[in-house]
Each structure stands twice: as structure tokens, then as C-alpha cells.
């Protein structure tokens, strides 16, 4: 039953370090990390939007009605993720 106990009491201690990192980090680098965050995604979308296009040339699959606004979803996805990261770079 001790074992328990001191399991338990590790669990505790290892979420209150956890959570104080936490908040730290969140002060100091947050605009930074949300900015690299929106741009990562920005080029996740870019890259994605290249990948359908790129099947569509090839031929690997007809241009159908979900395809193309597939591609277009990601287009305009990579482009708002683009200004919101340009924005938090001026803040």
C-alpha cells in the first residue's frame, strides 16, 4: 500500500513541474511559437495543395468536384495561415 502512495505523490509533483514549465513557456514564447506554428501549417497546406494538383496532372486520378475543392480549401487554408502568422510576427 506504501508503494501506492509514493506513486501517487510522484504523479503529483511530476504535473505541478509539468504545469509551471508550462506557463513559463507560454509568457516568454508564445508569439513565437504560434507564429512558427501558423507558418508550419501554412506549408503543410502549400504542400498538400501541390501533392493534388500534381495528381490531378498526372492523371493518377480525374479532376472531380472533391478534388478541385479539396485543392482550393488548402490553397485558401495556406493563405490564412500565412496572414495570421504575419500578424503575430508585428505584435
Not at 501554412?42 to 496532372?57: D, E, Q
Request: proline letters at 1%; hydrophobic letters at 45%; one cysteine or more.
Amino acid at each position: 500500500m506504501g508503494g501506492m502512495a509514493n506513486k501517487k505523490g510522484a504523479s503529483q509533483r511530476r504535473r505541478s513541474v509539468v504545469g509551471e514549465r508550462g506557463s513559463s513557456a507560454n509568457e516568454q514564447g508564445g508569439a513565437s511559437e504560434k507564429r512558427l506554428y501558423e507558418k508550419w501549417l501554412s506549408m503543410l497546406c502549400v504542400g498538400m495543395a501541390i501533392f493534388g494538383i500534381g495528381v490531378m496532372l498526372v492523371g493518377y486520378k480525374a479532376p472531380t468536384v472533391g478534388l478541385v475543392a479539396t485543392v482550393v480549401m488548402l490553397i485558401g487554408a495556406s493563405a490564412l495561415f500565412a496572414i495570421k502568422a504575419k500578424q503575430n510576427m508585428r505584435e
